[in-house]
């Protein structure tokens, strides 16, 4: 059974257009990240969640990207106006012990 | 800025050979180091990980050393088997106050054959 889990698994958008990728751990857990994977490229940074607010945010993560966790379960992640470099594969992490992280399955995101 | 660096890939290898992927890294702090792999279609899973100088993280037959005098963190593993196709990725975390975000390398593609 996989810690986090993540939906959708697959998501294609058209550029402009709003998309909300969404994760949910197993169990409770107050510290959150996402992470996105442009195809062959490296797992990038893009944000750290703790506590309902942001705790860190890489350069890539600017005002295109939000995060929250509405109803204290479900975490998201919203681009707001997509862009073609916006396609990747996301994924969310949540804490676990010594500093581990235990990853969802990922969305891959493909915007036309 | 804290960095990964991993050799490149794919590496091939027949089943049963030894396996090795090297990585460095660049580190301000003095960090905990991981190994994860992604195996096919799925997400990235925690192979090991070593949180100071001179410990070994091993897990599934695979071992890395945390060697602070070269900043080094190879993965080795005597015996590839066929199931260990997949990709790995080194990465660091800096052992700050709280949970610290991920650094990770490119990736290392190890592709396995009968």
């Known amino acids: 059974e996989p810690e986090v889990t993540q939906t959708p698994s697959h998501q294609v958008t058209q550029m402009g257009q709003e998309v909300i990728l969404r994760c949910v751990p197993i169990?409770?857990?107050?510290?959150f990240y996402w992470y996105r994977q442009i195809l062959g490229q490296k797992v990038e940074f893009l944000v750290s969640?703790?506590?309902?607010?942001?705790?860190?945010k890489s350069e890539i993560f600017d005002d295109q990207f939000s995060v929250e966790r509405p109803d204290g379960s479900n975490f998201t992640l919203k681009i707001r106006s997509t862009k073609l470099e916006d396609s990747a594969m996301y994924f969310c992490?949540?804490?676990?012990?010594?500093?581990?992280?235990?990853f969802g399955p990922g969305t891959r995101l493909t915007v036309l | 800025g804290d960095s990964v660096t991993q050799m490149e890939g794919p590496v091939t290898l027949s089943e049963e050979a030894f396996l090795t992927i090297n990585c460095t890294y660049t580190?301000?702090?003095?960090?905990?180091l991981f190994w994860y792999v992604q195996y096919p279609g799925e997400g990235l899973q925690l192979l090991l990980k070593?949180?100071?100088?001179?410990d070994k993280g091993s897990n599934k037959g695979f071992e890395a050393t945390y060697r602070k005098e070269t900043t080094s963190f190879h993965l080795e593993k005597g015996s590839v088997q066929v199931s260990d196709s997949a990709v790995y990725f080194c990465?660091?975390?800096?052992?700050?106050?709280?949970?610290?975000?991920?650094?990770f390398g490119t990736g290392t593609r190890l592709l396995v054959s009968p």
């Open positions: 169990s409770n857990h107050l510290y």
């Open positions: 580190a301000t702090g003095y960090p905990s």
């Open positions: 070593a949180t100071k100088a001179d």
């Open positions: 969640f703790y506590n309902n607010e942001i705790s860190e």
């Open positions: 992490a949540r804490e676990g012990g010594y500093n581990e992280q235990f």
């Open positions: 990465a660091l975390s800096d052992q700050g106050t709280g949970f610290q975000k991920l650094v």
